[in-house]
């Protein structure tokens, strides 16, 4: 028997002949991919999301869009893959650590707040653990330096 696809507009849609089409095993869902780039891009929002409520007043309104162009900087980008091991194509966490500590120090988080307190609430976790303690070794180039000063005078 020949099979043939049939995109169903949302004027067309059908609940019951959904149920029916399920139940005969003929319903296709095409899920798009997301590339690598957007996988990354989501962790890192999803990730300083957790300390949103440390930001200062003077970035509040801003901070969302703060951090979209830094993940869709290219100039970052690279910065903040990791590039090998397991995690590959996902993002650093020690470099977004070592920026939001870069952040912290020009004003966009509470300088009242320790890093530390800021580490834990990123990581969901009451003890420091590898990405605190090793954040500095990921520091940024110059060119990402300058990258991230760019990006928080415009902003």
Same mark, same amino acid.
């Given at each position: 028997?020949?099979?043939?696809?049939?995109?169903?507009?949302?004027?067309?849609?059908?609940?019951?002949?959904?149920?029916?089409?399920? *139940?005969?095993?003929? &319903?296709?869902?095409? %899920?798009? =991919?997301?590339?690598?780039?957007? +996988? $990354?891009?989501?962790? /890192?929002?999803?990730?300083?999301?957790?300390?949103?409520?440390?930001?200062?007043?003077?970035?509040?309104?801003?901070?969302?869009?703060?951090?979209?162009?830094?993940?869709?900087?290219?100039?970052?980008?690279?910065?903040?893959?990791?590039?090998?091991?397991?995690?590959?194509?996902?993002? *650093?966490?020690?470099? &977004?650590?070592?920026? %939001?500590? =870069?952040?912290?120090?020009?004003? +966009? $988080?509470?300088?009242? /707040?320790?890093?530390?307190?800021?580490?834990?609430?990123?990581?969901?976790?009451?003890?420091?653990?590898?990405?605190?303690?090793?954040?500095?070794?990921?520091?940024?180039?110059?060119?990402?330096?300058?990258?991230?000063?760019?990006?928080?005078?415009?902003?």
């Amino acid at each position: 028997m020949k099979t043939s696809l049939r995109r169903l507009r949302p004027r067309e849609f059908d609940a019951e002949l959904l149920e029916r089409l399920t *139940n005969e095993g003929r &319903v296709f869902i095409k %899920i798009p =991919r997301i590339s690598e780039t957007e +996988v $990354y891009k989501r962790e /890192v929002l999803d990730y300083v999301g957790a300390i949103a409520e440390y930001v200062t007043m003077e970035w509040q309104d801003r901070i969302c869009d703060l951090w979209q162009t830094i993940v869709d900087a290219a100039d970052l980008s690279e910065y903040l893959v990791m590039k090998r091991g397991v995690h590959t194509g996902h993002m *650093n966490r020690y470099a &977004v650590t070592n920026l %939001i500590c =870069r952040m912290q120090n020009k004003g +966009v $988080y509470r300088t009242d /707040v320790p890093m530390l307190t800021l580490h834990l609430r990123l990581e969901g976790t009451k003890t420091k653990n590898k990405y605190y303690q090793s954040c500095g070794n990921y520091s940024p180039t110059s060119a990402v330096r300058k990258a991230l000063n760019k990006i928080l005078s415009v902003v």
